[in-house]
């Protein structure tokens, strides 16, 4: 390791290993490197289940019936993939598409005085939903179709609403919806984590509503998916690209320190030998004094052996838990998988909940979900910090990314690189930047 | 007749000749000054095994074996795993039990594991006889071979034996297998007759 490199990234969290492939695609020569003896980071997928025992420090070893350990495949940060989004135009960029297989998420569910009913997101689901009376039905059944026609260039189709102007107050107004169908839509289909879009402009509330409907329309059930053998796969999908091209990488390496010249980057230390560099990406953990805590997060990883209960017996799900009905600010989220998805013993379900936490008894406010998943054969509860960097990297060279926040989905993850590519290449990010620069697949169908 | 695609990944120490193989195998060529894995990632080649064509989706090494840090994606859902040694070393021969044994504990559970003994073609500096690794083969229920991707030998008859060893199609049914991703129809299909 004792030579030079263009990028030396720490950490193979999927962040991490999507930029290492993004530069390596580019002709850098990169460098990346791990402490772990795992792919991942915080968003690894603990495998055998053994391992995540001993991780959350639970006394033993997991009893006869959780069946064989190496079955499982536990994420430690629970997300989804929006079949229209950032990561899957990522993923198709790139081709890695070519090392995963997916699965639909089964069902979006939304809680409303402490029951579980599925989201509609189709006029014909809202037709026949038991969440909304006959009359509102009808409303929302008009609103949906006046949202899949609006077009902010086309006058006709907006209704006398300025798109730039009109909030969804009065959008909402406008088409007389309750308090109960309001939240799910702003809440389970725009997802906002917070009520403060409804005095915005309608715009960017209507595209999240539309974009959520298309998402919808490309597999149908609902507009999330998820890689078998869990979310481990995709940093291990983005670093063999990245090793495609010429990236080196090893994993166990403790950092022993970052060198620096004259307050700028210029190599890495481990096991006492210095890799040197010009730049160098990595996550948060690896560069404690260039962080600032930026909130916290609660997640508890729940292993059942029952479906949701109301869930049609789904073997994956979401459920949007927001946050007025539990006396909140910000929404609670259920991610559901299960060995459908080669993530746990035949059998099992895993449940993921999470949420920013608002109080300093974090578990208690998520008492009143955890009761829905009852009941619960494990839990696996932690608490941890959010960080951002202090040093955007101008002087430094150093680009470190933010930690996984709780929204269910990689959306804010891909700003994320986007930003990260933008601050070390000086441009902006362009997908395009991201195709395989040779044919390297042979054979029959190239 | 029904086509079955197979994934097949490929172990073994750096040189002793993994993507020599398999370009032998899809292209049926042999390249002498070809360089140390980096590229070609992914190949494809159909061969009729009874009344089944098998598809082999072959992935070779991306170099992360180097410094041990192969994924564990490599080896999921591989039907098949081809170790090669080089019979004219004889620590990549040793280095071989290692990988048997990583297959073991972190490759699927009924994967089949075939050994190639390459470069069977400079059997004058050989360092390891043929005797010795055909009853290592047997010990651990391989297949066995050995071969030459310069001079073609025994190639096409490595893949031949995998396909005998890979359970018929019901019998390892899994329920519900996922999808690959795909650009939207309208994205790829827009093209005039
Ligand atoms: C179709 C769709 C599906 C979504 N699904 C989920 C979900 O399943 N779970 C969930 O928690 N949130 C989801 N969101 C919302 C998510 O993207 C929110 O931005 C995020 O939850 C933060 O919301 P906010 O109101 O706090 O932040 P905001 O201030 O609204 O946004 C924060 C940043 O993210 C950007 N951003 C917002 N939405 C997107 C997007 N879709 N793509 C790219 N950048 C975006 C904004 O421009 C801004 O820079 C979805 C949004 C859309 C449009
Ligand atoms: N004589 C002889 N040489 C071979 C044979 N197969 C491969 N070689 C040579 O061995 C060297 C290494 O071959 P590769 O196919 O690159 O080996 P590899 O296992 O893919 O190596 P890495 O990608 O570095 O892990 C090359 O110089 C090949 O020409 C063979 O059957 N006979
Ligand atoms: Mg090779």
New interface residues.
């Given amino acids: 390791m004792n030579e030079e490199y263009d990028v030396i990234v720490l950490g193979t969290g999927l962040t991490e290993c999507i930029l290492s492939g993004i530069m390596s695609v580019n002709g850098k020569k990169v460098l990346h490197m791990d402490r772990n003896s795992y792919?991942g980071g915080e968003s690894a997928s603990i495998?055998p289940l053994e391992d995540l025992y001993k991780r959350f420090n639970i006394p033993g070893s997991p009893p006869e019936c959780m069946g064989r350990g190496r079955d499982w495949n536990v994420d430690l940060i629970p997300k989804f993939l929006m079949a229209n989004g950032q990561l899957?135009k990522m993923?198709?960029f790139t081709e890695v598409?070519?090392?995963?297989?997916?699965?639909v998420i089964e069902g979006s569910f939304v809680y409303k005085g402490g029951k579980i009913y599925k989201v509609p997101s189709t006029e014909a689901e809202a037709l026949t939903s038991s969440l909304m009376g006959m009359f509102e039905k009808r409303r929302f059944k008009k609103f949906l179709s006046y949202v899949a026609n609006f077009d902010e260039n086309d006058s006709k189709t907006l209704e006398c609403v300025d798109p730039k102007k009109t909030t969804m107050r009065d959008v909402y107004k406008k088409f007389d919806l309750g308090q109960d169908v309001i939240d799910f839509t702003g809440h389970a289909l725009a997802l906002y984590r917070t009520d403060e879009y409804l005095d915005q402009p309608c715009l960017e509330t209507i595209n999240r509503i539309k974009l959520y409907s298309e998402s919808l329309a490309?597999y149908g059930k609902s507009p999330y998916?998820y890689?078998?053998?869990g979310l481990g796969?995709l940093p291990?999908?983005f670093?063999?690209l990245s090793?495609?091209?010429?990236g080196?990488?090893?994993?166990?390496k403790p950092i022993e320190e970052l060198v620096m010249e004259n307050g700028k980057i210029v190599g890495v230390k481990s096991e006492g030998e210095v890799a040197r560099c010009k730049q160098l990406i990595c996550d948060p953990s690896y560069v404690s004094d260039r962080v600032t805590k930026v909130g916290q997060v609660i997640r508890v990883i729940c292993i059942l052996s029952h479906p949701i209960k109301n869930t049609n017996d789904a073997n994956s799900c979401q459920i949007i838990i927001p946050q007025n009905q539990v006396n909140r600010k910000s929404d609670i989220y259920v991610c559901m998988i299960s060995y459908?998805?080669n993530v746990a013993a035949q059998g099992k379900y895993i449940a993921i909940v999470s949420t920013t936490v608002e109080t300093n008894d974090p578990e208690r406010e998520i008492k009143p979900v955890l009761e829905l998943l009852e009941p619960i054969e494990q839990k696996f509860v932690s608490i941890s910090d959010m960080y951002a960097p202090t040093d955007v990297g101008t002087d430094s060279q150093i680009f470190i990314s933010r930690t996984y926040d709780p929204t269910t989905h990689f959306e804010t993850t891909c700003n994320d690189i986007k930003d990260i590519y933008k601050r070390m290449m000086g441009s902006e990010f362009d997908f395009e930047e991201m195709k395989r620069k040779?044919s390297?697949?042979?054979?029959?169908?190239q | 007749m029904a086509l079955r695609e197979l994934k097949v990944c490929l172990l073994g120490d750096t040189g002793v000749g993994k993507s020599s193989i398999v370009?032998r195998f899809?292209?049926d060529s042999f390249d002498p000054n070809i360089n140390p894995t980096?590229?070609?990632?992914?190949?494809?080649?159909?061969v009729p095994h009874q009344n089944e064509l098998h598809?082999f989706l072959?992935w070779d090494t991306?170099?992360?074996e180097?410094?041990?840090?192969l994924?564990?994606?490599?080896y999921?859902?591989s039907t098949a795993a081809i170790i090669v040694y080089d019979i004219t070393k004889e620590e990549t021969f040793l280095t071989l039990k290692n990988w048997v044994k990583e297959l073991r504990q972190h490759g699927p559970p009924n994967i089949v594991v075939a050994i190639a003994g390459n470069k069977c073609d400079l059997n004058d500096v050989r360092e390891v006889l043929e005797k010795d690794a055909k009853d290592y083969a047997d010990s651990i229920n391989a297949v066995f071979v050995e071969t030459s991707a310069k001079n073609a030998i025994n190639i096409n008859e490595l893949f031949i034996e995998i396909s005998k060893r890979i359970p018929s199609a019901n019998a390892g049914a899994t329920?519900?297998?996922?999808?690959?991703?795909?650009?939207?129809s309208s994205e790829v299909e827009r093209r005039c007759c």
Avoid at chain 1, 243 to 246: N, T, V
Avoid at chain 1, 248 to 252: A, G, V
Avoid at chain 2, 38 to 46: D, L, Q, R, V
Avoid at chain 2, 175 to 184: A, N, V
């Fill in positions: 792919y495998t899957v993923l198709l598409t070519r090392y995963l297989d997916f699965k490309r998916l890689p078998l053998y796969e291990q999908g670093a063999r090793a495609i091209y010429g080196t990488y090893m994993l166990n459908a998805h040779k390297d697949i042979f054979g029959e169908d | 370009w899809v292209e980096i590229g070609a990632s992914f190949m494809t080649k159909t598809k072959i991306a170099g992360q180097r410094f041990r840090a994924a564990p994606m490599y999921r859902g329920s519900g297998k996922g999808f690959k991703l795909r650009r939207q």
